[in-house]
């Protein structure tokens, strides 16, 4: 028997930042998320959030979720890219970086 989460197939939003399980996909497996969101507003820090566009892991909606929580950060979106910013666009997330920390 196939079970429920490999069968069934959902976007990562704000309230559930996971991949979609593509259906039928019996290898998958399920992980428990680790999530902190609740634990943000401690953090007291500046705060960079870094996210690519295309990114369908813990994409926009998510980073967006993150800001909300947080009382210093800074949202960079980086286009034409997804989950591995620093990977797929180099030049522009070491620009993020680099005008953050400096």
Do not use: W
Not at 34 to 59: N, Q, S, W
Not at 68 to 83: F, K, N, Q
Not at 88 to 95: D, G, K, L, T, V
């Amino acid at each position: 028997m196939i079970p429920p989460a490999v069968r069934e197939t959902r976007p990562a939003t704000p309230e559930e930042p996971r991949a979609p399980i593509p259906a039928g996909n019996v290898t998958a497996v399920e992980f428990p998320t680790f999530d902190l969101r609740g634990e943000l507003r401690k953090i007291k820090a500046p705060t960079l959030v870094v996210v690519g566009d295309d990114d369908f892991i813990c994409g926009p909606a998510c980073a967006d979720a993150i800001v909300r929580e947080l009382p210093h950060a800074r949202l960079v979106t980086i286009a034409d890219s997804g989950h591995f910013v620093y990977i797929e666009q180099p030049e522009a997330f070491r620009a993020a970086l680099t005008g953050f920390l400096l």
